[in-house]
T-cell receptor
Framework: AQSVAQPEDQVNVAEGNPLTVKCTYSVSGNPYLFWYVQYPNRGLQFLLKYITGDNLVKGSYGFEAEFNKSQTSFHLKKPSALVSDSALYFCAVRVPTGGFKTIFGAGTRLFVKA | GAGVSQSPSNKVTEKGKDVELRCDPISGHTALYWYRQSLGQGLEFLIYFQGNSAPDKSGLPSDRFSAERTGGSVSTLTIQRTQQEDSAVYLC?????????????FGPGTRLTVL
């Protein structure tokens, strides 16, 4: 079965420190991978995606993610966290042969303390 | 430009009543998706539309749930005989063209509470 795992319900970091939000997937075929962010009382917003090519993908607000095929991972990273990065982050995967169904992870809540 | 809009933003209903949730996608977006986000849970895929047709209805939880899309634009998600477990935030998203590489643009959601 196709699945996406975000092993951490919550990540706590201090402002200015690097952050990592983890995502692993289990799909057949070559996946398309996405990260979305949900700020309090707001809808989900697209951050970045990996389709093909360079394994390191850069996105909005200084975020980046690295696709690792051998580890089936797509971890979200940022070199220096901001308090305003505090939000709920979702990893998502789509399989090219699976139509337009997108499978989302359960989400990871990021808390950045000043 | 205008984003995805959903109405109502909040809906409180009594168990057993029917509800209709509306989604207006971004103009020109051919793909439209419905998800459900329960408290403390991730996003659960319900259904997607390609134009007016719904190739994949596998995510609908039961036959009380149905959805339609008309004119390749507005979509309505209908829940009949609502149950308390239907309480959740219902999210709609759209994407520009048919293609699995496209990111989705989400609406603010409709918070449904079934008493």
């Amino acid at each position: 079965a196709q699945s996406v795992a975000q092993p951490e319900d919550q990540v706590n970091v201090a402002e200015g420190n690097p952050l990592t939000v983890k995502c692993t997937y289990s799909v057949s075929g070559n996946p398309y991978l996405f990260w979305y962010v949900q700020y309090p009382n707001r809808g989900l917003q697209f951050l970045l995606k990996y389709i093909t090519g360079d394994n390191l993908v850069k996105g909005s607000y200084g975020f980046e993610a690295e696709f690792n095929k051998s580890q089936t991972s797509f971890h979200l990273k940022k070199p220096s966290a901001l308090v305003s990065d505090s939000a709920l982050y979702f990893c998502a995967v789509r399989v090219p042969t699976g139509g337009f169904k997108t499978i989302f992870g359960a989400g990871t809540r990021l808390f950045v303390k000043a | 430009g205008a984003g995805v809009s959903q109405s109502p933003s909040n809906k409180v209903t009594e168990k057993g009543k029917d509800v209709e949730l509306r989604c207006d996608p971004i103009s020109g977006h051919t793909a439209l998706y419905w998800y459900r986000q329960s408290l403390g849970q991730g996003l659960e895929f319900l259904i997607y539309f390609q134009g007016n047709s719904a190739p994949d209805k596998s995510g609908l939880p039961s036959d009380r749930f149905s959805a339609e899309r008309t004119g390749g634009s507005v979509s309505t998600l209908t829940i009949q005989r609502t149950q308390q477990e239907d309480s959740a935030v219902y999210l709609c998203a759209s994407s520009l063209v048919v293609g699995s590489t496209n990111e989705q643009f989400f609406g603010p959601g409709t918070r449904l509470t079934v008493l």
